[in-house]
């Protein structure tokens, strides 16, 4: 349980302001559908939080394990850098658009699932499931986190955005991902 809690809390802190929750934002501006925006986002943060948490998993049993540590670590600081840039959604309205004949499911699932390669949440997956030897409850708690952070944007859209104080919310999942890499480190030498 701590797993499925620790995922989640570190998912949903780190999807704040993130891409995929500004994607949720314009998918319900554009479709004014939530239920099927809401549907497709959990199906595609499922299937690649899913893969993502058997990848990390697997690379526990390809990597050394000391190796492994010092990735872990690194991983973990390298993403707590990350969320202290800010994320752009300019190319998103066009991918919309371009995708949009699939439907409201079709394009909302497509987009979150091409958003989510190689995104913060993506990677913060990946390390989770090889810091934690569970790779249902990692993918469960990082699924919950994102539909936690992008489920109020499809109902409420930009009028919570601007009132969220999206920096500090960056800085203390900066932090969390800081300590967890430290502790990491810490962990495994002390």
């Known amino acids: ?10 998912v949903l802190v780190s999807e704040i302001g993130d891409k995929t929750q500004l994607l949720a934002l314009l998918l319900a501006a554009r479709f004014r559908k939530p239920i099927p ?5 959990l199906a595609a943060t499922t299937l690649n939080h899913g893969v993502s948490a ?12 000391t190796v492994m540590i010092w990735i ?9 850098i990350w969320m202290l840039i800010p994320d752009s959604i300019d190319e998103e ?9 699939f439907g409201v499911f079709g394009a909302t699932f497509i987009l979150f699932f091409l958003a989510e390669i190689g995104d913060k949440t993506q990677i913060a997956t990946v390390a989770l499931a090889a810091r934690f030897d569970s790779v249902f409850w990692v ?8 539909m936690l952070a992008d489920g109020p ?9 601007d009132k969220l104080p999206i ?3 960056h800085k203390v999942g900066a932090f969390i991902f800081l300590a967890v890499g430290v502790a990491t480190l810490a962990q495994h030498y002390w």
């Open 139 to 146: 993918m469960l708690g990082t699924t919950a986190g994102m």
């Open 72 to 80: 872990l670590a690194m991983g973990f600081i390298g993403m707590a």
């Open 54 to 65: 058997v990848l990390g998993q697997w690379l526990t049993t390809v990597v050394n394990p």
């Open 37 to 41: 925006i809401l549907i497709a986002i």
């Open 153 to 161: 944007a499809v109902f409420i859209g930009n009028k919570l955005a």
């Open 167 to 169: 920096a500090l919310i």
């Open 93 to 101: 309205d066009d991918a919309i658009a371009k995708w949009q004949r």
């Open 1 to 10: 349980m701590m797993v499925f809690l620790f995922s989640l809390v570190t």
